[in-house]
């Protein structure tokens, strides 16, 4: 069976961008009034705000992508589950302006919690995406951004929180930077090359999640965080750097 020949379990919803962002804000917004009830201030919302524009933009580039490639595709249930990942990702924006430990010790677990959502989410969406057999390019596209947004708000929230250092900003600004920058040499016109395949790159991935939600956790401490998550920041350029090189054509 091809892909234009498969079975998709849809849902009665168009998957433009503006639809996706009309379903993500809908538990975003729940999610929002309990943070408040948890004990936030209300400066918390600015940062969901901020987490959200960031989730936005990963559903709008996602679904421009996945036209271009594709046509228009519907929403099935595991693009519904990566919405939802966006959702708690937009919410741990809150954690750009406030501090982690502000609403109580009950709340304290909260950044953790809503990164382990966003991030752990990703076996889920493919999972159930694989069961309904409803693989498509709308939702590959989505997954893809809403990873990198997750890691990207994640270890900026680390480093606000003083459970990372400084350097942890380049982890979350690594694919972001490493995208724009192949956009920029396609709009130029100059050539890009495909990845080759690595043994490294998911088991660093896997590093980099791991040690951004311990530090967005109460244990083990920033003292270790800060050691775990600087340890974490050298591979993770590195890869970058290589596959940069590699994307360019300079290696």
Same mark, same amino acid.
């Given at each position: 069976m091809t892909s234009r020949d498969r079975v998709v379990r849809r849902l009665p919803i168009d998957g433009g %961008? #503006?639809? &996706?962002?009309?379903? %993500?804000?809908? !538990?975003? $917004?729940? =999610?929002?009034? +309990? /943070? &408040?009830?948890? +004990? &936030? !201030? &209300?400066?918390? #919302? $600015? =940062?969901?705000? /901020? +987490? $959200? *524009?960031?989730? *936005?933009?990963?559903i709008r580039v996602a679904a421009g992508r996945a036209r271009e490639a594709a046509g228009r595709e519907p929403v099935t249930a595991a693009t519904v589950v990566t919405t939802l990942r966006a959702s708690a990702l937009a919410l741990l924006g809150a954690y750009l302006v406030v501090d982690p430990v502000a609403g109580g010790a009950a709340s304290g677990w909260l950044p953790g919690g809503l990164f382990a959502v966003a991030a752990g989410g990703d076996a889920v969406d493919g999972a159930v995406a694989r069961a309904t057999d409803a693989v498509t390019d709308l939702g590959a596209e989505l997954d893809v951004e809403v990873d990198g947004a997750t890691v990207l708000v994640g270890a900026t929230a680390a480093v606000v929180a003083g459970a990372a250092p400084l350097a942890f900003l380049a982890v979350g600004g690594a694919r972001p930077l490493f995208a724009y920058g192949l956009r920029r040499r396609r709009r130029l016109g100059l050539p890009t090359h495909d990845l080759r395949p690595s043994r490294l790159r998911r088991p660093i991935g896997a590093a980099t999640m791991l040690a951004t939600w311990l530090a967005l956790s109460p244990v083990p401490g920033q003292g270790i965080s800060r050691l775990l998550t600087a340890a974490v920041a050298v591979p993770v350029v590195a890869s970058f750097a290589r596959d940069w090189l590699v994307a360019s054509g300079r290696l």
């Open positions: %961008w #503006l639809p &996706l962002v009309a379903l %993500w804000a809908v !538990p975003t $917004g729940i =999610g929002a009034a +309990g /943070l &408040l009830a948890a +004990g &936030l !201030p &209300l400066v918390a #919302l $600015g =940062g969901v705000a /901020l +987490g $959200g *524009v960031v989730a *936005v933009a990963a």
